[in-house]
T-cell receptor
Framework: RKEVEQDPGPFNVPEGATVAFNCTYS??????FFWYRQDCRKEPKLLMS???SGNEDGRFTAQLNRASQYISLLIRDSKLSDSATYLC??????????FGAGTRLFVKA | DGGITQSPKYLFRKEGQNVTLSCEQN?????MYWYRQDPGQGLRLIYY???????QKGDIAEGYSVSREKKESFPLTVTSAQKNPTAFYLC??????????FGPGTRLTVT
């Protein structure tokens, strides 16, 4: 079993749609959680950290469920510019970081 | 502008040659990292460094070497011992052990 698993997609959605991604992690000792966005052939960029209480940044909402060991990312009112690969990232402690393989999103007009 | 720079953007080498990838940051971050990304896979950690003159192996360090003589610089050498060196190499840095910030990457092709 992979340490961090994501549905690779692709998710194809129309503009304005709401889309949700889930990510599961295997190590219950995981301490920090993040979502990164990666455009084609570019570097990953931090989208948001994920807190136990859930957090929102504009159209983006991230949630953490420690009991079930998954995190989620919800994107509301999708824009064409949201098309990218979304990476789930889990920090175990210290400098040990595990990146998921990513979920591809295509938003179409 | 603060940030992380990697050079070159594209690099082509013949098999059997060592090659060094540059990574520089002016964010005053203590920690720096090297990752490798292959198509359809997550980033895999090659080496990381928490402070100057100290570095640790990551999950796939075989065939690679690094140095950290200055806080700002963390070059990666891909040696001829690396079996499958063709990949996208990403350098990152962080102030603490949390959020990492990435450079634009170097695409290495070895033929």
């Amino acid at each position: 079993r992979k340490e961090v698993e994501q549905d690779p997609g692709p998710f194809n959605v129309p503009e304005g749609a709401t889309v949700a991604f889930n990510c599961t992690y295997s190590n219950s000792a995981s301490q920090s959680f993040f979502w990164y966005r990666q455009d084609c052939r570019k570097e990953p960029k931090l989208l948001m950290s994920v807190y136990s209480s859930g957090n929102e940044d504009g159209r983006f909402t991230a949630q953490l469920n420690r009991a079930s060991q998954y995190i989620s990312l919800l994107i509301r009112d999708s824009k064409l510019s949201d098309s990218a690969t979304y990476l789930c990232v889990v920090k175990l402690g210290g400098f040990k970081t595990i990146f998921g393989a990513g979920t591809r999103l295509f938003v179409k007009a | 502008d603060g940030g992380i720079t990697q050079s070159p953007k594209y690099l082509f080498r013949k098999e059997g040659q060592n090659v060094t990838l540059s990574c520089e940051q002016n964010l005053n971050h203590d920690a720096m990292y090297w990752y490798r990304q292959d198509p359809g896979q997550g980033l895999r950690l090659i080496y990381y460094s928490q402070i100057v003159n100290d570095f640790q192996k990551g999950d796939i360090a075989e065939g690679y070497s690094v140095s950290r003589e200055k806080k700002e610089s963390f070059p990666l050498t891909v040696t001829s011992a690396q079996k499958n060196p063709t990949a996208f190499y990403l350098c990152a840095s962080s102030l603490t052990a949390d959020e990492q910030y990435f450079g634009p990457g170097t695409r290495l092709t070895v033929t």
